[in-house]
């Protein structure tokens, strides 16, 4: 695995992102709007923007598989 997708956000997020970064893994995150300034979002090797606010945007699977 080289690329690792976190469908997460907060502190769960940055717990996966360590261990990746631990095991070599570029880490991928998404991000609603009003997480656009969040730790996870700034310390990923890479962010994607998801549509929507809240925790309800990150409970749409399919604007997760589009961003992904």
């Known amino acids: 695995m080289r690329k690792l997708l976190i469908a997460n956000r907060g502190e769960i997020a940055l717990r996966v992102q360590r261990a990746a970064r631990d095991l070599g893994i570029a880490t991928v995150a998404i991000y609603s709007q009003d997480d656009a300034g969040s730790r996870p979002r700034i310390l990923a090797d890479e962010a994607r923007s998801l549509q929507g606010a809240g ?14």
Do not use: H, K, L, T
């Open 55 to 68: 925790p309800s945007a990150y409970i749409d699977i399919a604007a997760i598989i589009a961003v992904a």
